[in-house]
């Protein structure tokens, strides 16, 4: 991949994992989640008006919406999910860019589910 503007604002990196499918030797078919590679990316934080949404996340199960940039033709598409350093699985629902693409945004979704009680 060439090394492009928004390289050195590419702070940390993801894995991507894909969705594959195989059939399962008895007529059905196994679906398995394979990574696929690894790349350098900018992890957003959640926009503004869903803080209190991620302060809701921590006691119900809610989708926490923001973006990850990462490099123009870095190959995710939606369906995939990124693990990032923290171990968070997003979704990514859609992959979009500039009109001169000088990086691919991913929209994605965490989902955050209800902390357990101790004891």
Do not use: C, H
């Amino acid at each position: 991949m060439a090394t492009t503007a928004i390289s050195r604002l590419l702070n940390s990196t993801v894995a991507v994992r894909r969705r594959q499918t195989s059939d399962d030797g008895m007529g059905g078919q196994q679906i398995e989640w394979e990574t696929i590679m690894q790349l350098p990316a900018r992890v957003s934080s959640p926009p503004t008006s869903s803080t209190q949404g991620t302060l809701a996340a921590a006691q119900t199960l809610e989708r926490v919406p923001f973006y990850v940039y990462l490099q123009p033709d870095s190959g995710v598409r939606r369906g995939d999910v990124l693990i990032d350093e923290f171990d968070r699985k997003l979704w990514v629902e859609a992959v979009t860019w500039p009109s001169i693409r000088e990086y691919d945004r991913a929209e994605v979704r965490e989902w955050q589910a209800e902390p357990q009680e101790a004891g």
